[in-house]
């Protein structure tokens, strides 16, 4: 069992940048594919990117289309702790981010919802025009 937990969100004006974190807690953080997701006011939950576990230090990586070039993932195994990395935000990046352990420790991450079983409570990102 996976407990996660998001920081970093705030506010920010458009073109700014923010970090956030997903604190793991679990003997098996360091064995699951782990993403991101967004969900807007009035709108469902999307996928935001996702990153793979590693063996070998070979790390996968996917993005929506959205943030590609924009944000990145990565992992800290040691921390127990996934970022997201989001440059040059936009107003329509306005969204609570949930991060979110796969259930199963599939070797490439995976960018559908329904293959997420632990979810954290997310982190609001108001990005002001």
């Known amino acids: 069992q996976v407990q996660l937990a998001e920081s970093g969100g705030g506010l920010v004006q458009a073109g700014g940048s923010l970090r956030l974190s997903c604190a793991a807690s679990g003997r098996t953080f360091s064995s699951y594919p782990m993403g991101w997701f967004r969900q807007a006011p009035g709108k469902k939950r999307e996928f935001v990117a996702a990153?793979?576990?590693?063996?070998?230090?070979?790390?996968?990586?996917t993005y929506a289309d959205s943030v590609k070039g924009r944000f990145t993932i990565s992992r800290d195994n040691a921390k127990n702790t996934v970022y997201l990395q989001m440059n040059r935000l936009k107003p329509e990046d306005t969204a609570v981010y949930y991060c979110a352990a796969e259930s199963t420790p599939s070797r490439r991450p995976s960018p559908l919802l329904s293959n997420y079983a632990t979810w954290g409570q997310g982190t609001p990102v108001t990005v002001s025009p």
């Open positions: 990153i793979s576990w590693s063996a070998d230090r070979i790390y996968y990586t």
